[in-house]
């Protein structure tokens, strides 16, 4: 029979290489490594790319099973892990809000944070703790259903380049400030959003997007802009009393515009698209 042992050439690969290897598994499978040898027992706990998808749910169809099972694993896996945390995704519609999370995002935020993408089920939104604002070198952020009070003490995210907010319950003036407060945002995201009456200053932002029922929307500085989408659904009462019809006022703060993509109920028109 061939002798098959030899020298083991993965696993004295460079810890950068093996770490770019992990983070392309699923976060289950990269730390189930662990039980492959004894030089494998804690590389994956230095990955700085942390995403629990669809692919970390236990087989169940027990939402408290699913909850249980998540919620434990995310827990132990963040008392393991050594080293900073760059990204951090949950992309899961079992996961309903709960305590743990907040200890999560305390967690985070003392591990240099950059990347960070919450998008939890259907239910009660998650309030974001006041620890979440300390998430000082924050480049990306997406939170779908939660809830958003910044403190008189925050003074923005002064790394963050892009914003996407779904689903999100903050007042007109937190998302006001908030945009105004992230000096170098290029991209943002705002959906599902209700009687917001809107005013962006960004003098950085390129990409814009815009979905729900808006009052009012102005663009002020914000001369890099280079693609707008909004889709609007506006009620006869806002009709009469908004100026959002205006698109000469509307689009004059954008004189670098090459891209506008529209939805917007009151107009009959379903949908268009211009390049300018």
């Known amino acids: 029979m061939d002798d098959f042992s030899g020298p083991d050439l993965i696993s004295d690969l ?25 030089k494998w027992r804690y590389k994956w706990s230095t990955i700085t790319q942390l995403v629990f998808d669809e692919k970390c749910y236990p087989n169940s169809t027990d939402r408290e099973v ?12 963040l008392f393991l892990h050594q080293g900073p945390i760059h990204k951090f995704q949950i992309v899961n519609t079992s996961l ?6 907040n200890q999560w995002i305390l967690f985070l935020s003392r591990n240099d944070l950059k990347d960070l993408d919450l998008e939890l089920g259907e239910g009660e939104f998650f309030r974001m703790p006041s620890c979440f604002f300390s998430c000082e070198k924050l480049t990306r952020l997406e939170l779908s259903r939660c809830e958003l009070y910044p403190p008189a003490s925050f003074k923005g995210f002064s790394y963050l380049k892009c914003l996407n907010l ?9 998302i006001e400030s908030l945009i105004s407060s992230c000096p170098l945002l290029e991209n943002l995201s705002l959906s ?11 003098p950085n932002l390129k990409y814009l997007c815009l979905e729900g029922e808006f009052k ?50 009151f107009t009959k028109v379903t949908f268009c698209s211009y390049y300018l």
């Open 96 to 101: 309903q809000t709960c305590p743990a999370i």
């Open 192 to 202: 599902y959003f209700d009687c917001l009456a809107l005013t962006v200053r960004a």
């Open 216 to 265: 009012e929307i102005c663009l002020v500085d914000t001369p890099l802009l280079v693609e707008l989408s909004v889709a609007m659904y506006m009620t006869d009462e806002h009709m009469e009393q908004s100026s959002t019809c205006n698109f000469v006022k509307f689009l004059g703060g954008v004189p670098n515009l090459e891209r506008l993509v529209g939805l917007i109920d």
């Open 14 to 38: 460079p810890q950068s290489i093996i770490e770019t290897i992990l983070i392309q598994l699923p976060i289950r499978d990269a730390v189930r490594t662990s039980i492959l040898s004894r």
């Open 166 to 174: 779904h689903q999100v319950l903050i007042s007109p003036e937190a």
């Open 66 to 77: 699913v909850q249980k099972s998540v919620v434990e694993f995310i827990t132990r896996l």
